[in-house]
């Protein structure tokens, strides 16, 4: 089966290159196509106080998947891990997916806090985040993702 998606949108930011750290230094702006939508699209958007953003890894570094498992940030010192436990960008289908903080919402644009995405990114949909899709019940995490996002924000 194949499934063909079109772009909503695009990110614009100053990061041009998907370095691994300090997203929270970026504001970033998606713009909506305005082909497709109108500032309609995105009402009420701002009674939310944060947004998720799916988008597409575009970057050349992400265009060879990993199918299998690799050390996270290729370091030796953490586990082999399955590219399905953990959040890397060269993925099977080169997918992203951040919640981010909303800052602002004006005609086609919505201006984001800690958005890790590069300037020109295609975004695939934004929904609100609301607490009732929240996990439910205790979450657990190993030890190396909780040192490989010490940094990431």
């Known amino acids: 089966m194949k499934i063909e998606l079109t772009p909503i949108g695009h990110v614009r930011t100053t990061r041009a290159d998907p370095i691994d750290d300090n997203w929270d230094a970026e504001t970033t702006t ?22 998720e953003v799916i988008y597409w890894f575009h970057h050349e570094e992400a265009a060879t998947p990993n199918l299998g498992a690799r050390r996270p940030r290729g370091r030796e010192d953490w586990p082999l891990v399955g590219i399905f436990g ?34 020109g990114t295609p975004v695939l949909d934004l929904k609100p985040w609301m607490e009732g899709f929240a996990p439910r019940g205790e979450i657990r995490e190993p030890q190396w993702a909780k040192e490989l996002m010490a940094g990431y924000w």
């Open 86 to 119: 953990q959040r890397a960008k060269n993925r099977p289908n080169r997918l992203g997916l951040t919640v981010c903080k909303i800052l602002e919402v004006k005609g086609l644009t919505v201006r984001v806090g800690g958005l890790d995405a590069i300037d």
């Open 30 to 51: 998606i713009e909506l196509d305005p082909k497709q939508f109108t500032p309609d699209a995105l009402l009420s958007l701002d009674h939310f106080s944060h947004v």
